[in-house]
């Protein structure tokens, strides 16, 4: 069936390092793919999506590239910042009717100053 | 645009008492949805509407559970005879259809502990 693998955390980095979280999917179609962070006490809030191969998803800094070869979603950040420490999701959506998205189990990033 | 709102942020129950939860999606959102989410793992799919109509429902975790949006607006969750294994945090997210419908956008969630 369909799932996502991330990345076991936490992960832990000095400001300004760059970051790479993994994210690897199994799907039977062409799923779109998606990044999102989750602040602590909080929801969970969209950061990047790619829909097809090849796309590349970015904002606030991160990227991620649609690679199916490889089926991955790498999520990446050249400079990071205390203030991005979360937890980080990656999920994707292969519709199929149920209709819901498929969840990494989540990689909680900590960044010391 | 105020975003998808859920109420209350936060409940505590005795076990074997009934809890509602609210959700208010984004508005002229179309497709509403039902996660849990429980300690270090990623949220769970448990069910979704399009407007009025509940299309899938397969995935709630038990007779327990259901789920109502009457009047295609607000949704409600309700869990019935809870037991300790229910808590978790429950989030509520919503999509439009005609524009995005991969797309979904979360609410800040229902924090719920059984004791």
């Known amino acids: 069936g369909d799932s996502v693998t991330q990345m076991e955390g936490p992960v832990t980095l000095s400001e300004e390092a760059f970051l790479t979280i993994n994210c690897t999917y199994t799907?039977?179609?062409?799923?779109?793919l998606f990044w999102y962070v989750q602040y602590p006490g909080e929801g969970l809030q969209l950061l990047l999506k790619?829909?097809?191969?090849?796309d590349k998803g970015s904002n606030k800094g991160f990227e991620a590239t649609y690679r199916k070869e490889t089926t991955s979603f790498h999520l990446e950040k050249g400079s990071v910042q205390v203030s991005d420490s979360a937890v980080y999701f990656c999920?994707?959506?292969?519709?199929?009717?149920?209709?819901?998205?498929?969840f990494g189990k989540g990689t909680h990033l900590i960044i010391q100053p | 645009d105020t975003g998808v709102s859920q109420d209350p942020r936060h409940k505590i129950t005795k076990r074997g008492q009934n809890v509602t939860f609210r959700c208010d999606p984004i508005?002229?959102?179309?497709?509403l949805y039902w996660y849990r989410q429980t300690l270090g793992q990623g949220p769970e799919f448990l069910t979704y509407?399009?407007?009025?109509?509940?299309?899938?429902k397969s995935r709630l975790l038990s007779d327990r559970f259901s789920a109502e949006r009457p009047k295609g607006s607000f949704s409600t969750l309700e869990i019935q005879r809870t037991e300790q294994g229910d808590s978790a945090m429950y989030l509520c997210?919503?999509?439009?259809?005609?524009?995005?419908?991969?797309?979904?956008?979360f609410g800040p969630g229902t924090r719920l502990l059984v004791l």
């Open positions: 999920a994707m959506y292969s519709g199929g009717g149920a209709d819901g998205l498929t």
């Open positions: 799907a039977t179609g062409y799923p779109s």
């Open positions: 790619a829909t097809k191969a090849d």
């Open positions: 509407f399009q407007n009025e109509a509940q299309l899938e």
């Open positions: 508005s002229e959102h179309n497709r």
């Open positions: 997210a919503s999509s439009l259809l005609s524009l995005d419908r991969e797309t979904q956008y």
